[in-house]
């Protein structure tokens, strides 16, 4: 049964009690993963070191990570966070699949109302690297037609119920980075996924002409139904964060959220180069990603967890990227940069701007 639920706020609730009450479950279930699962599991990991009589500041991971991988305590934390994983998609995506004409004709009604448009290129030539189900998200964020609302609807139990209003996307935007002549025209969203951050960007910027720009069809199109249900006027397209199709030297900001970890090491220096095209002199690039090179934890259990994310979770190229610093990357393509105030949850801020 569909009901029309209203909004918590800015973000519509989904049309089911019974999908809303499961999410709360598996809201729970996740939050007692990363505490009380993890406690014990960091004691396991110290007392793995101590027997294997290894410095933790200095210890490679392959010196440890099979036996943090095979020990009972730390397997049992791993097993309970990856089935929390795949609760959290299954249950959107059956609510959607089961609905599916519904939701279809639902998205259909807003293809082309404004304020904002929608570019759809469902016949472009995908990269190699964007056809992996990151997150193990079913169908990935290409594969899917209900793509958006799935990680909509499932992200929000990733960030623990603390992002329900789009709160981390609306904090970037207060704190970014900005150009040192205070112009500010045109801004760029690049990997925008489902256009959190591109409409937290159109609010604080009312001024300025907004795109939100992903590979993924589906999120796109999902992204400019929120946009429009929001009444913020953002350009939506699906575009190639390495081929943007803009004009040299024709933007003043271009901002990237959590994108370049799920790229591999060549896309990730195809799309530096592009932004640094397409920014004018002056322009800035602000990135908020994960820390990289030497700014990475030393912490043997953060590590051996990132390894695990990095294999069971899809994240293809999230251990390639943190093995070089990200602003080296920057510099390769001739920005000037910079290392921001951390972010939500600790998450590194990386600002390049292009010299003068």
């Known amino acids: 049964m569909l009901t029309d639920r209203g909004f918590s706020k800015r973000n519509r609730r989904v049309r089911s009690l019974d999908v809303e009450s499961y999410s709360d479950f598996v809201l729970g279930f996740r939050n007692w993963t990363y505490n009380d699962l993890d406690k014990p599991a960091r004691e396991r990991a110290d007392e793995i070191m101590t027997d294997l009589r290894l410095n933790a500041e200095d210890a490679p991971l392959d010196a440890f990570r099979d036996q943090f991988h095979d020990d009972p305590v730390i397997a049992t934390r791993i097993r309970a966070w990856l089935s929390s994983q795949q609760l959290m998609w299954q249950n959107v995506l059956d609510h959607y699949e089961q609905h599916k004409d519904f939701y279809h004709a639902d998205m259909q ?33 290409t594969g899917n037609d209900f793509a958006g609302p799935l990680y909509h609807y499932g992200t929000n139990t990733f960030y623990k119920g603390q992002n329900n209003e789009d709160e981390f996307q609306f904090g970037i935007a207060e704190t970014l980075a900005k150009p040192r002549d205070g112009k500010i025209e045109r801004i760029v969203d690049i990997g925008c996924g489902i256009g959190r ?18 590979v993924g069809g589906p999120l796109v199109r ?34 990237a959220y959590i994108l370049f970890h799920e790229v591999s090491e060549q896309g990730a220096k195809d799309i530096v180069k592009e932004v640094f095209r397409i920014l004018r002199p002056g322009g800035v690039f602000d990135v908020t990603d994960f820390h990289t090179g030497r700014a990475r934890s030393n912490d043997p259990y953060r590590r051996f967890m990132g390894w695990i994310d990095h294999v069971y979770n899809a994240e293809r190229w999230s251990h390639q990227f943190g093995q070089k610093d990200f602003l080296d990357t920057l510099r390769e393509a001739g920005f000037e940069v910079e290392k921001g105030e951390n972010r939500h949850w600790g998450i590194a801020c990386y600002i390049a701007r292009k010299p003068e």
């Open 109 to 141: 009604d807003v293809d082309d109302k404004g304020p904002g448009t929608l570019e759809l290129n469902t016949g472009m030539d995908m990269p190699d690297y964007v056809k992996h189900e990151i997150h193990i998200q079913p169908g990935g964020y």
């Open 197 to 214: 951050l591109s409409v937290a960007l159109a609010e604080t910027f009312p001024d300025a002409e907004v795109w939100g720009l992903d």
């Open 222 to 255: 999902y992204a400019h139904r929120r946009a429009v249900e929001l009444g913020t006027p953002v350009h939506f397209a699906q575009r190639l964060a390495e081929d943007t199709k803009f004009e040299d030297n024709s933007i003043d900001i271009v901002a």
